[in-house]
């Protein structure tokens, strides 16, 4: 693949803004700064690779603490003045050891709907690490493998029964109980969302190339 990085407009010091974004859940972890040299060291290495404006040196994410960032995509906005860098992390984002260095919260009129599903996963994962009374995620947990099954076998049910009856709410509620039982499952099993949209990748996405 030819890579032209000369296509890129860069600002009067030579540098470019680049946004780095979760490749799993979307979620935008810091915004940067690259030069020609970084960009060229980050699609040369696979990993990250920065210019600090205060140091007036490149830096490689991760180096020292070991939270690199392996690259996933890189794409470049309508007028290629800056970046999108979607990677997948090895460890939390920002130095003050958070996920994302976007923490701070300003303003909001509500949760955005796109975190909802690494929100569950993790309270689901939560629950299981440290139980709570009362949780019915935990006791899911605690009558074991076989009740969860009985479970998503029930909502699948009630999803069947409520498309049948072409009632758009209905089927809007169940398919909701039987995402979060079938989280729960994934869970138990150590199957994470990861493990499924590559599944799905390599079902359609692989098999768009074949037929290209």
Not at 10 to 25: K, S
Not at 49 to 55: A, D, I, K, L, P
Not at 127 to 142: A, D, I, K, M
């Amino acid at each position: 693949m030819e890579i032209n990085i000369e296509k890129l407009k860069w600002d009067t010091n030579g540098l470019i803004p680049v946004i780095v974004q979760h490749e799993e859940t979307g979620k935008v972890l810091t915004l940067a700064y690259m030069n020609k040299e970084s960009l060229e060291k980050t699609i040369e290495t696979n990993e990250t690779w920065f210019f600090s404006r205060s140091r007036q040196e490149l830096w490689n994410k991760g180096e020292t603490s070991g939270n690199k960032q392996q690259i996933k995509k890189i794409t470049y906005d309508c007028d290629a003045d800056a970046l999108l860098v979607q990677v997948s992390p090895l460890g939390p984002a920002c130095h003050t050891g958070e996920d994302s260095c976007f923490n701070n919260e300003l303003y909001k009129t509500e949760e955005p709907s796109g975190e909802i599903i690494p929100q569950v996963v993790g309270k689901i994962k939560e629950r299981r690490e440290n139980p709570v009374v009362g949780s019915y995620t935990n006791y899911l947990f605690n009558e074991g493998l076989d009740k969860i099954l009985k479970k998503i076998g029930e909502e699948s049910t009630e999803v069947v029964i409520g498309a049948k009856n072409k009632d758009k709410q209905e089927v809007t509620n169940e398919i909701a109980d039987l995402t979060y039982h079938t989280l729960v499952l994934m869970e138990l099993l150590d199957i994470s969302t990861t493990d499924i949209k590559e599944e799905l990748k390599n079902r359609h996405v692989e098999k768009d190339k074949k037929n290209k």
